[in-house]
């Protein structure tokens, strides 16, 4: 069974682990997984409104309430 196995994988032999285009097509999978991770992350958190957190535009010079010492 020894004489089967390849010193770096089993699938290929190491002459194409080694080579520049299985490098390359390595990358492309590790940055392909980082970003699918990064996205279902974004994805499962709740989503944030940047108007929630900056100020408001306009503010109203009378209030709207019946109550004339109500909010405005």
């Known amino acids: 069974m020894s004489a089967l196995l390849v010193p770096l994988g089993i699938l ?36 944030i409104y940047l108007s929630d957190h900056l100020p408001r535009r306009y503010a109203r010079s009378e209030t709207r309430s019946i109550h004339p010492d109500g909010p405005r």
């Open 12 to 47: 290929f032999p190491e002459s194409l682990v080694r080579s520049h285009a299985f490098a390359i097509l390595a990358a492309f999978v590790a940055i392909n997984t980082v970003v699918y991770v990064a996205l279902s992350i974004a994805k499962a958190l709740p989503k």
